[in-house]
């Protein structure tokens, strides 16, 4: 344990002030250290009052702060802002995390959507980017994003009853209106994934409302605020379970229960082309496959989707 964890934990297990003179007998280094150590981890978005008497951890339900993490506590980076959390994710991936290291922000800059679209990333929304090393065929990793809007489709419909499905290839929406995106990024060695960085935006406490129509929040649904802690820690419970057990078909087969894609006419936007027809269904590695008006049948890997 570092000094830092030394100090929230005593403060933890105290619902009251905890005086500099305490911590520093507790911890054997000066009352200046612990102050400075303090300071670093306000800076660090820990909430510490600091009173004449002492230091007191103000309980907060919905802090994104590493110590509130409990066990996961070591998987957590924290921002309380970034530019994205997929630059702050790629950088610690290429330099060697572990497997399921997560990086939060509580806001983003220059938050990055799917096609080269900006992030809106304001405050109250569920903004993280999770780095996973799958040992899967490279040619399989599609499926890792289709299995992460599962995930957390999952958690929105068993933890907040709420009727969330999935529009081809991993949006959420609830209604016409979206919740939650997902982009990722990742890089192999040979044909091996070395990492990927799976972003995820949820739509929380913010408002995207108010910035497209088409957008929804957890917070507008339910009438209520709801502490982003619990969403993200069900969230990495299920897809790291996910991961260790990672059965392609079953991955498919709960996308296709969840999707209000198939069956629809759908107009897909890839890059420089576009490609019109009726959403036939999904292939074994996540591709949408169309029949266009001519009668052919094509299928889609990548792209922008749209139900007409
Ligand atoms: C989409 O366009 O639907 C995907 C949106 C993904 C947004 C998330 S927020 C966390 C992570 N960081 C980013 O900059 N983007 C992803």
């Known amino acids: ?3 830092k964890d030394k100090i929230i934990s005593l403060l933890k297990s105290v619902d009251d002030v905890v005086s500099g003179e305490v911590l520093s007998e507790r911890l054997g280094i000066s009352r200046v250290s612990i102050w400075k150590h303090i300071q670093g981890l306000v800076q660090q ?63 983003q800059t220059e938050g990055r959507g799917r096609m080269q679209r900006t992030w809106a990333s304001g405050d109250g929304g569920l903004y993280f980017t999770l780095v996973v090393r799958p ?12 299995a992460a809007a599962v995930d957390m489709a999952e958690v929105l419909r068993e933890h907040y009853e709420v009727d969330a499905c999935l529009k081809w290839p991993n949006d ?9 995106g997902i982009l990722s990024q990742m890089e192999a060695e040979g044909d091996q994934v070395a990492y990927m960085g799976i972003g995820v935006g949820l739509n929380v406490n913010n ?17 209520r605020p709801v502490p982003r802690r619990e ?24 996308w296709k229960a969840f999707n209000v894609t198939v ?46």
């Open 1 to 3: 344990m570092t000094p």
């Open 172 to 180: 959420i929406l609830v209604g016409q209106r979206k919740i939650c």
């Open 45 to 107: 978005g820990a909430a510490i009052e600091t009173t004449p008497k002492g230091y007191r951890l103000l309980q907060d339900p919905d802090s994104l702060t590493p110590w509130a993490f409990g066990e996961r506590q070591a998987q957590i980076h924290y921002f309380p802002e970034t530019t994205s959390t997929m630059n702050e994710a790629i950088e610690l991936a290429r330099e060697g995390c572990p497997d399921f290291s997560v990086v939060v922000a509580e806001r």
């Open 231 to 254: 969403i993200l820690l069900a969230f990495l419970d299920r897809f790291e379970q996910r991961i260790r057990t990672f059965d392609p078909a079953v991955v498919i087969e709960q």
């Open 135 to 146: 040992a899967i065929p490279l040619q399989l990793v599609g499926l890792v994003n289709l």
């Open 263 to 308: 069956g629809q006419r759908v107009r897909v936007f890839i890059l420089q082309e576009t490609v019109e027809g009726l959403a036939m269904d999904v292939d074994a590695q996540g591709g949408l496959i169309l029949k266009q008006d001519d009668g052919t049948l094509r299928t889609v890997i990548y792209g922008d989707c749209f139900h007409q």
């Open 207 to 223: 408002a995207p409302e108010t910035e497209t129509p088409v957008a929804v929040s957890l917070k507008h649904l339910l009438g």
